[in-house]
């Protein structure tokens, strides 16, 4: 029987919901034979997971998202397989998380101008790890001033919202030979979430193929076979392999560990890399 990969998700290492080892039982209740971890900059949360992979039989490769910046605009790259001990890749996750932090004391004080008062104290009571904006998202809907996380960003978090602080991250380039150098492969995380026109992610899809990335994020959840089979039109066009990925925070009805992830035919699987 094919197996089922997940090779995008999120823990409490970083903005996910439930820990490492909840997001392992229910990647195998699901089904899913390969998981990647892939928390936001950070890998902490991997020793946990692969005890817990280890218990069920679940294959668990290691994984990481991190955010970069690519013409003003935030771009995530996910890296596959490498060794998480690499001191290249500790340095950039080290480098990334201070980013993390001062920003994260930024949109408090952000928000302590538009009457919410401590709401770095309050976004950091809800996180394991650094404080991400979908903490100050859950905080603000803990504390009623929005009544979901979406509205959160809508009122105050995106970029060009009241509270948005733009961060440096490391550039595309960067991310993608600190993976390479750990060993791993390089995904161009959902391309079809950067609200960006046609035209602007092929020509993003193009620069990350001519900087040595290796594969794009073919399949997702909530997609549609249009969707789908445009962006594996995409990865061929530039001679990239294909990452399937459900990219799950939390229990939700509309994105599932493992669901309807898959990559058409012609498509060469990340997998074939590692
Ligand atoms: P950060 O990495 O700190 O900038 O936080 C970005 C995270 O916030 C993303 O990885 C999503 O999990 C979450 N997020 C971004 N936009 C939205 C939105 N419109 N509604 C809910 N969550 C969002
Ligand atoms: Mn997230
Ligand atoms: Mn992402
Ligand atoms: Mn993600």
New binding site residues.
Partial sequence: MEKIYDLHC?STAS?GVLTPTEVVQRAYAQGVNVLALTD?DSVSGLDEAKIAADKCGIDLISGVEI?TQWENR?I?IVGLGFDKTHPKMTALLQQQADL?HK?ALEIGDKLAKVGVENAFAGAQALANGEV???HY?RYLVQIGKVSN??Q???KY??QGKSCYVKTEWCDIPTAIDVIHQAGGVAVLAHPLRYDMTAKKIRQLIADFASWGGDALEVSGCGQTPDQRKQLANWAKEQGLAGSVGSDF?FPCCWVELGKSLYLPTEIEPVWNLF
Avoid: I, Q, V
Wanted: charged share 30%; hydrophobic share 25%; glycine share 4%.
């Fill in positions: 999120h903005d936001h955010s935030g995530h993390r920003r991400t904006r979908a998202a996380d979406n959160a960003f809508k978090l995106s925070h």
